[in-house]
């Protein structure tokens, strides 16, 4: 098949220049932002968030078709839907967990749908979400932290 390439940069650390959905992308947009019990507007984005999770669809499709991309790099959190006090997000103040896996997972689906051979590899954000969030990963970075456990309870 020759060689692929895409998009790996450790996703939430690199800020401006990362893929993670909780990165504070488009500053302006304060109803798309995560609220704290408080109500203090963070900075980061909130997925459980209907507009924002159809606009980061499109970032990534656009990134993703581009570039002509195979393999691209997905972290969700911390702007996972969890924590966020919103009234504006479609979820209930606090609880917007479910919501957030559900809108992260469509995303997921639809890009693997309109790019079929799309590689995923999966970081800490999905890791929050349980089995569930492994749903249409290819490649998470715990399985590192799962053979070192296994190996060290074979070797009692």
Not at 56 to 82: C, M
Not at 121 to 148: A, C, N, P, S, V
């Amino acid at each position: 098949r020759g060689i692929t390439y895409g998009f790996y940069i450790g996703v939430a650390a690199q800020m401006e220049h990362g893929n993670a959905a909780g990165l504070p992308f488009a500053p302006s947009r304060q109803d798309w932002k995560r609220v704290d019990s408080a109500g203090a507007v963070a900075r980061e984005n909130c997925l459980a968030s209907d507009d924002y999770a159809k606009w980061w669809y499109e970032v990534q499709r656009n990134t993703i078709a581009k570039y002509k991309l195979a393999l691209w790099s997905w972290d969700p959190g911390p702007g996972h839907g969890f924590f966020c006090y919103s009234n504006q997000h479609g979820h209930l103040p606090g609880k917007g967990g479910y919501k957030g896996w559900r809108n992260s997972t469509g995303i997921m689906r639809r890009l693997k749908e309109e790019f079929p051979g799309l590689y995923y590899q999966g970081f800490y954000g999905r890791k929050e979400y349980g089995l569930w969030g492994q749903k249409y990963t290819d490649q998470h970075e715990f399985y590192w932290e799962i053979g070192r456990h296994t190996s060290e309870l074979q070797s009692h």
